[in-house]
Every structure is written in structure tokens, then in C-alpha cells.
Nanobody, 126 residues
Framework: QVQLVESGGGLVLPGDSLRLSCAAS???????????MGWFRQTPGKGREFVAS????????FYASSVRGRFTISKDNAKNTMYLQMNSLKPEDTAVYYC????????????????WGQGTQVTVSS
């Protein structure tokens, strides 16, 4: 099994920045480099929305149109950690953010991920 633990969420003002982290542990025989990873977010009453994803090597990335240009996904395979740098935050970015991993190629679809973290709350409010 692979365990994912998110951190870095919080309450911020519109326009502020936050950096989320996702630490992978467990059966990561090749570290996070063995997994494509992604960030999703969810608000009450809605399904998980794709935010960003990154390939196993970290070379390729995809972003939802709503965050492109404001958010940056990255991963440090030596530290088995993925990050989401969120700048120019808006109230509509408020959600629980989840990280996810899959041992094959990059994906933007939540149902294609095998492992999930417990989520971290991000609230953007004045």
C-alpha cells in the first residue's frame, strides 16, 4: 500500500498564496518517481474536481483551465513529495484538496487514481 498525506492548507485572504504538500510513504519502492500524481478538490455536494496532474518523471503537467497560470504542480522524487503552489487565490478556490497517485501514466480523471490522501482544507475568504 501507498500512503499519501497532504499538508499546507489553511485560511487565507483573496490574492494570497499557499503551498500544499503531499508526502508519499509505504510501498514506494521507486519513490514518488514510480507514480503519476495529481491534485483534486471537492466542495460540499459536488464530486472531486481535477486541479492539476504531473507525470512520473515530473516532465509533463496538466492543469484545469480554472487554475492554469495561477497554480503550479511539481514533485521532488528524492523526497517522495508532490507540491501545489497556489497563487492569486480566489474565493472559488475554497475546497478540500486531495492528492492522488497511480503507478502508470498521467491522468486528469479521479476514478483512474489508485491512492488518495485524506485531504486538506483551503479556505479563501475576506
Amino acid at each position: 500500500q501507498v500512503q499519501l498525506v497532504e499538508s499546507g492548507g489553511g485560511l487565507v485572504l483573496p490574492g494570497d498564496s499557499l503551498r500544499l504538500s503531499c508526502a508519499a510513504s509505504g510501498r514506494t519502492s521507486s519513490g514518488s518517481g514510480a507514480f503519476a500524481m495529481g491534485w483534486f478538490r471537492q466542495t460540499p455536494g459536488k464530486g472531486r474536481e481535477f486541479v492539476a496532474s504531473i507525470s512520473r518523471s515530473g516532465t509533463n503537467t496538466f492543469y484545469a483551465s480554472s487554475v492554469r497560470g495561477r497554480f503550479t504542480i511539481s514533485k521532488d522524487n528524492a523526497k517522495n513529495t508532490m507540491y501545489l503552489q497556489m497563487n492569486s487565490l480566489k474565493p472559488e478556490d475554497t475546497a478540500v484538496y486531495y492528492c492522488a497517485a497511480r503507478p502508470v501514466g498521467i491522468s486528469t480523471t479521479a476514478s483512474e487514481y489508485d491512492y488518495w490522501g485524506q485531504g486538506t482544507q483551503v479556505t479563501v475568504s475576506s
